[in-house]
């Protein structure tokens, strides 16, 4: 059965840190990728950062290239998103989802989790 499970978002200032986490299902722990998208308010989901199955491969997007550190922990089947130097326009709803092929688009991605919400106050 597949499963997603995100938490750790909420309301942070400029130049502060959160850490996601995406508790995951033993069949979707073990997904080609696990990645991290956002949605911000009136636009469309983007790609944040994503991590292979054997952790040894990383991709970050552009715009967090730095601040952002994507992880995993096999014993605790979840995956991590430490943010850092959050901005504002970092702000919106963190989606994890699994990849059984690909690793940046949308479409590569077969199963969602629900979301949580990561607010940066200016």
């Known amino acids: 059965q597949e499963h997603l499970a995100e938490s750790g978002g909420g309301l942070v200032q400029t130049g502060g840190s959160l850490r996601l986490s995406c508790s995951a299902s033993?069949?979707?722990?073990?997904?080609?990728?696990l990645g991290w998208f956002r949605q911000a308010p009136g636009k469309e989901r983007e790609f944040v950062a994503t991590i292979r199955r054997s952790g040894d491969f990383k991709v970050y997007a552009a715009s967090v290239e730095g601040r952002f550190t994507i992880s995993k922990e096999n014993a605790k089947r979840t995956v991590y998103l430490q943010m850092d130097n959050l901005k504002p326009e970092d702000t919106g709803v963190y989606f994890c989802a699994a990849a059984n092929q690909g690793l940046r688009h949308q479409s590569d991605y077969h199963y969602w989790g629900q979301g949580t919400q990561v607010t940066v106050s200016s």
């Open positions: 033993e069949r979707t722990f073990g997904s080609f990728a």
